[in-house]
């Protein structure tokens, strides 16, 4: 039934009370029967980094799913020792910003996670990276480092190449479950798939 079915005082007390929830900054629905009145709050929680990551799933997966056509790996961090490589791999870090590639970014994470993975991802590497880092950039570095060097090691480090929608914001922020169970496996499987499609020949028995 319309409220304009009913009657006026009816309508105006509705209006007045609607009005008196906006004034106190309710949100939420009251609802009046012949017995009883009922106040549903309406949840204003503003959507967390982590879900706005997961929405984005979709195409985090269509992405690990596109062809690439050249397969040639990243190349590696100058031939210099473990510690002069970190540097000169956190020095680039420090020089992100809002302006850099997407898949500059990846590329130097995924450098940064697979020196540390020589090194068992221990707590001494991940002491000397910030010692080099700035403090705005220690955050985050080690759980973004680390997934995206085990997501294209997984698929294949030439697909950092033109890669869009993921990005080292969104594997920081994802949830352990959406990485593990999800992500991980397309590209896995990904990369099977890419083996499976490859010539015969190519392959030297």
């Not at 997407?102 to 990276?129: I, P």
């Not at 929608?165 to 798939?193: G, N, W």
Request: with cysteine.
């Amino acid at each position: 039934m319309d409220l304009s079915e009913f009657p006026s005082e009816v309508r105006i007390t509705a209006v007045a009370l609607q009005n008196i929830l906006r004034s106190l900054g309710q949100e939420g629905t009251l609802k009046i029967s012949n017995l009883e009145i009922e106040y549903e709050e309406t949840s204003t929680r503003r959507p967390s980094h982590t879900d706005r990551v997961h929405g984005r799933l979709p195409y985090f997966i269509a992405e690990l799913r596109r062809e690439c056509t050249d397969l040639t790996p990243l190349p590696s961090p100058p031939d210099e020792s473990w510690e002069e490589q970190i540097e000169i791999i956190c020095g680039g870090i420090n020089l992100v910003n809002n302006n850099t590639r997407n898949e500059e970014q990846l590329q130097l994470y995924y450098q940064l996670g697979s020196l540390l993975s020589l090194r068992g991802f221990n707590a001494a590497s991940r002491s000397f990276a910030k010692t080099i880092l700035l403090a705005h950039k220690r955050k985050d570095f080690f759980p973004t480092a680390k997934r995206t060097y085990f997501l294209y090691s997984a698929q294949g480090s030439w697909h950092i190449n033109g890669t869009v929608h993921i990005s080292c914001y969104a594997l920081r922020h994802m949830s352990e479950s959406d990485f593990q169970d999800v992500l991980l496996p397309e590209a896995e499987e990904a990369k099977t798939r890419e083996i499976l499609s490859l010539p015969f020949d190519i392959f030297d028995f």
